[in-house]
């Protein structure tokens, strides 16, 4: 039976064990949809916060509605975005460095590396609890006003509890994607038959880039497209 404990631990060692027999994706795919229902619940809450804002304006039913919808944004982000979108950067990437072996082992390993991640999405899901409680809705003055609703979103996300909930989920995000980086690291290696400097070099490239980007994102004080986590 496979250790998670060497999994988080010892990545080179379970991706060892775990590369005899056929790929198999089901243990990953529970993995992922553990993820996407945490990032899920945090997108539903999340919109709770404009919910009040958009059910004056266009009605009570539509709160409810769009806490749906980012729910389902948010579930489904997490897999399309760190299940099946790394897992096709990190094989596409080790095609020139000579990778062998199918998509699915690819798909397989980063499922696993997802562990951390859904560890970040827990954390962060109870962070919001204390957080997001505490935020500042200020009602615009007239809800039939495009530009005084896009106004008063922008002072939600501009409130200093709000900076503070999203600075400290940024950096929960980064860390626990680097954890999940490092399993990757020996996930495509052994997924894909690479040397550890080519497998460093496919998981480091995409991963960097995403960092640089929720950077950016935080310093602009922008929304980030961060899949849920």
């Given at each position: 039976?496979?250790?998670?404990?060497?999994?988080?631990l010892?990545?080179?060692?379970f991706?060892?064990a775990a590369?005899?027999?056929?790929p198999?994706?089901r243990?990953?795919a529970?993995i992922?949809l553990?993820?996407?229902?945490?990032?899920?619940?945090l997108?539903?809450l999340?919109?709770?916060?404009y919910?009040?804002?958009?059910?004056?304006?266009a009605?009570?039913?539509?709160g409810a509605?769009l806490?749906?919808?980012?729910?389902?944004?948010?579930?489904?982000?997490f897999?399309?975005?760190?299940?099946?979108?790394?897992a096709?950067?990190?094989?596409?990437?080790?095609?020139?460095?000579?990778?062998?072996?199918?998509?699915?082992?690819t798909?397989?390993?980063?499922g696993?590396?997802l562990?951390?991640?859904v560890?970040?999405?827990?954390l962060?899901?109870?962070l919001?609890?204390?957080y997001?409680p505490?935020?500042?809705?200020?009602?615009?003055?007239?809800?039939?006003d495009?530009a005084?609703?896009?106004?008063a979103?922008?002072?939600i996300?501009?409130?200093p509890?709000?900076?503070e909930?999203?600075?400290?989920s940024?950096a929960?995000?980064?860390?626990?994607?680097?954890?999940s980086?490092?399993?990757?690291?020996?996930?495509?290696?052994?997924?894909?038959?690479?040397?550890?400097?080519n497998?460093v070099?496919?998981?480091?490239?995409?991963?960097?880039?995403?960092?640089?980007?929720?950077a950016y994102?935080?310093?602009?004080?922008?929304?980030?497209?961060?899949g849920?986590?």
């Amino acid at each position: 039976m496979m250790q998670f404990t060497d999994l988080l631990l010892h990545p080179e060692r379970f991706f060892a064990a775990a590369g005899a027999g056929e790929p198999n994706l089901r243990v990953p795919a529970l993995i992922a949809l553990c993820g996407a229902v945490v990032s899920g619940i945090l997108g539903y809450l999340m919109s709770e916060i404009y919910a009040e804002m958009f059910s004056a304006a266009a009605g009570a039913g539509i709160g409810a509605f769009l806490g749906i919808i980012a729910g389902i944004s948010a579930f489904l982000g997490f897999l399309f975005i760190w299940w099946l979108v790394f897992a096709g950067v990190f094989f596409v990437i080790s095609i020139p460095m000579e990778g062998k072996g199918p998509f699915t082992r690819t798909l397989a390993n980063v499922g696993y590396g997802l562990v951390p991640m859904v560890i970040g999405s827990v954390l962060t899901l109870a962070l919001s609890f204390l957080y997001l409680p505490r935020v500042h809705v200020t009602m615009p003055r007239n809800l039939q006003d495009p530009a005084a609703l896009t106004q008063a979103m922008t002072g939600i996300m501009q409130d200093p509890i709000m900076r503070e909930f999203t600075m400290v989920s940024s950096a929960i995000s980064i860390l626990f994607l680097i954890w999940s980086a490092n399993i990757w690291i020996f996930g495509i290696r052994q997924a894909r038959e690479l040397t550890i400097r080519n497998a460093v070099i496919t998981v480091i490239l995409p991963v960097a880039v995403y960092v640089a980007y929720m950077a950016y994102t935080l310093i602009a004080g922008v929304p980030a497209v961060s899949g849920g986590i």
